[in-house]
């Protein structure tokens, strides 16, 4: 087993969106250039849950793929592939199906918040989505998750999976046990148009989230529209509870000026909120625009994109497969 294996998966299902820039492939950068074994993929058996048009998806895999390699993750030094072509995930995802308990999945928030009033109506596949995550991590035995604040109660559900798993088979460590990293200040960027939901790609107005290829000038529009509130800006953090709106903005600009809350708090208490929002914009512009510009680039060599994901894929069975085997043994499948 591998001393530090990182795993992580962002569904394609869209742009990525500043919050999971912020929450998740940021840190996954950060994570490869600790020289730590990373896996990072593009979960898009999680993405089928809700409906996708086949030509979207297609083309979403390939844009999160060049948004991964914009930000840094490079595919000689993470494996970087899409889920479906890893037959593990979903045989393992069987397995967990039959470990996990209806009363675990009876919790999980998300289900609840993505089901929405009609639930009689969602898949059968969200219900059971954790399932499927567990095995995404499980099949690599990663040690490692980095993932925002939304996922921590599916990774709690992962390690409960793990301990039922070697406990029911009594074979003890056979499944590692792993660690949420939910790390950086901003672990729930939160909508421009309402601060008590998080920002989301499935969120229809285009206006609540910064996507990481929006135009400046659209960037400095949404912030100019962000939701505020008439006060000014506090000294400290506690005068933010109630006040998701300011507290987002201000964890967000914390987050890209690699300062905390509290430094950020110093910098704008006492003033409205145009120069906090100015300065955002900046900082935003700073940082996205190079970005935008890389993606773009890469989306025109969609055979380079394919050829990243196809070797990632082979090298990623060669680490999932032998586990899986493994896993089939344990339980007293014939070969
Ligand atoms: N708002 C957020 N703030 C911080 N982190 C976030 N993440 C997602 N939204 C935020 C983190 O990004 C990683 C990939 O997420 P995902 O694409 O797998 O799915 P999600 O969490 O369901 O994200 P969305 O944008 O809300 O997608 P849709 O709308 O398709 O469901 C994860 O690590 C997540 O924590």
């Given amino acids: 087993m591998a001393e530090n294996r990182i795993f992580s998966g962002v569904q394609p299902t869209g742009n990525l969106h500043l919050g999971n820039y912020l929450g998740a492939v940021k ?4 994570l490869q250039e600790k020289k730590a074994e990373c896996i990072y993929c593009l979960v898009d058996l999680h993405a089928i849950t809700n409906w996708q048009e086949p030509k979207d998806l297609t083309e979403n895999t390939l844009e999160v793929t060049a948004t991964f390699l914009a930000c840094g993750l490079k595919e000689k030094t993470s494996i970087i592939f899409n889920q479906s072509q890893v037959k593990a995930h979903s045989e393992l995802a069987w397995i967990f199906n ?3 308990r209806l009363g675990w999945m009876n919790r999980m928030t998300q289900f609840k918040e993505k089901a929405g009033k009609n639930r009689e109506a969602a898949s059968l596949g969200l219900y059971c989505y954790p399932a ?3 095995a995404d991590i499980l099949a690599y035995h990663a040690t490692h998750v980095p993932v925002g604040e939304d996922q921590k109660q599916h990774l709690e559900l992962t390690r409960d999976i793990a301990l039922k798993f070697n406990n029911d088979f009594q074979a003890p460590d056979f499944f590692p046990v792993p660690e949420p990293i939910i790390e950086g200040t901003a672990t729930r960027v939160m909508s421009l148009r309402d601060g008590t939901k998080k920002m989301s790609k499935s969120e229809t107005s285009d206006m609540s989230r910064i996507n990481l290829t929006d135009e400046i000038d659209l960037i400095a529009k949404k912030i100019q529209k962000a939701k505020t ?3 000014e800006i506090p000294e400290k953090k506690e005068d933010l509870i109630n006040r998701p709106e300011a507290e987002n903005l201000l964890t967000i600009y914390a987050s890209l000026a690699n300062k905390s809350l509290d430094e950020t708090l110093k910098i704008f ?4 909120f145009k120069k906090l929002k100015t300065e955002l914009t900046d900082l935003l512009i700073d940082e996205l625009k190079p970005l935008g510009q890389e993606i773009k680039k890469l989306l025109e060599d969609s055979a380079y994109l394919r050829k990243v994901l196809k070797e990632g894929s082979e090298k990623a069975r060669v680490i999932a497969d032998p586990i899986l085997e493994e896993t089939f043994d344990i339980i007293g499948m014939v070969k």
């Avoid at 840190?27 to 950060?30: G, N, Q």
């Avoid at 208490?269 to 409205?272: H, L």
Wanted: glycine share 6%; charged share 25%.
């Fill in 27 to 30: 840190r996954f950068v950060e």
């Fill in 98 to 100: 039959c470990v996990a």
């Fill in 132 to 134: 499927l995550m567990a």
């Fill in 229 to 231: 509130d008439a006060f």
């Fill in 269 to 272: 208490c006492g003033s409205d």
